[in-house]
């Protein structure tokens, strides 16, 4: 391992904040009525299925990983694919990371214009998002890690706000169970894509753990708690709110927070959207962090130059998606796409990693003289 690289090395047991942080994002307050819509009142039970699934895939990458030791998956590219198709496959993740970036900014610039200041500039809230984003990439993978974790102690208590609407809750809204169909409720896991999506950020962090053999364990608890909250904010929302009414709501988890009141505080709603901007901060830096550092290897310029021109990219690409409309389509398009960058693509390399560790294997075995 390089000196740089000794530099940015974090604690494995951070891995359960960073993955934490880095899965729960614009998805959660509004991710319900898409679910619900497909899967029913059996919407928790895909929540939960998708859950798993994602455990399952993350087990097969740090597996992966672990075959290359130090390296990350812009290295892995080169080493399995070699340099041309490599570098392909490198500028397909940051294009990915990129489109990523831009989804989580647009959709939290609109939940400020929604709920907090309808006539706010949206260039202006875009370039507020991205000049915080840049100071914190400016920073490095450890100030990230230490956002991450710091994020994470201050929101983690919004979860126990789950209470308020658990007071007015109708059990018969998720029974019976298990009533929809293998198909629906297989539809419902995959429009979970977007939402869950963020653990990906594992394949270029995992070089950088202290003791990688912990590495697993760690992320799976950090997987194993967003699991746990999107099915508990799931189930929540299905027995407060009726079908009907889940169906024709945008920000669920938001609008379950308007019934909390206080003599001292009216609209405790304006707390929850305030306080995401903790919540989607550290997938904005992970993901720009990654994009910008693949820039830098894959082109050979300063990683903060190549953030200057990210970020310029990041704010021209929000001006130019107004409506609703156009960022519902925007979601529903990375979330189609999503499906087979972070849960197909894995279980490819994974195989092809093992075929290369073969292949090297039995090079590097003497011939034996009879």
């Not at 539809?187 to 963020?198: I, N, W």
Request: proline residues 2%; hydrophobic residues 55%.
């Amino acid at each position: 391992m390089s000196k740089t690289q000794q530099t940015y090395m974090y604690s494995s047991f951070l891995l359960v904040f960073i993955m934490h942080d880095a899965q729960v994002g614009v998805g959660l307050p509004g991710y319900q009525r898409v679910v619900f819509g497909i899967a029913g009142h059996d919407a928790w039970i895909a929540a939960l299925i998708a859950g798993l699934l994602t455990q399952l895939v993350v087990w097969l990458m740090i597996k992966t990983l672990a075959k290359f030791e130090d390296k990350d998956l812009y290295d892995i590219h080169l080493l399995i694919y070699g340099k041309v198709i490599g570098k392909v496959a490198n500028l397909i993740y940051m294009m990915y990371f990129l489109v990523a970036t831009i989804i989580v900014t647009r959709n939290y610039v609109e939940m400020i214009q929604v709920w907090l200041f309808p006539n706010a500039s949206q260039w202006l809230l875009t370039l507020l998002i991205t000049s915080i984003v840049f100071y914190g990439v400016n920073g490095g993978l450890r100030t990230i890690v230490g956002a991450c974790v710091m994020f994470v102690l201050l929101t983690v208590w919004l979860l126990f706000l789950l209470y308020f609407p658990l007071m007015y809750a109708e059990w018969t809204g998720v029974l019976p169970l298990l009533d929809t169909d293998l198909k629906h409720l297989s539809k419902g896991v995959l429009s979970m894509s977007l939402t869950m999506a963020g653990f990906e950020i594992i394949y270029f962090i995992y070089a950088y753990a202290k003791d990688k053999s912990k590495v697993q364990r760690y992320t799976q608890i950090g997987i194993m708690s967003v699991t746990f909250v999107y099915t508990a904010v799931m189930f929540v929302s299905t027995v407060f709110f009726s079908g009907g009414e889940l169906l024709k709501t945008d920000w669920a988890t938001f609008t379950m927070l308007k019934i909390i009141k206080f003599p001292f505080l009216e609209r405790f709603e304006y707390i929850g959207v305030s306080l995401w901007l903790l919540v989607i901060l550290p997938n904005l830096l992970m993901y720009s962090w990654a994009a910008t550092k693949g820039l830098k290897r894959t082109f050979f310029w300063k990683q903060k130059y190549w953030l200057y021109v990210f970020m310029g990219i990041v704010c021209i690409a929000c001006s130019f998606i107004d409506s609703r409309i156009q960022v519902d389509n925007m979601n529903k398009f990375f979330s189609k796409w999503a499906v087979y960058i972070v849960y197909v693509y894995p279980v490819i390399l994974f195989g092809m990693a093992h075929f290369y560790s073969w292949r090297h294997k039995n090079r590097r075995q003497p011939e034996v003289i009879t």
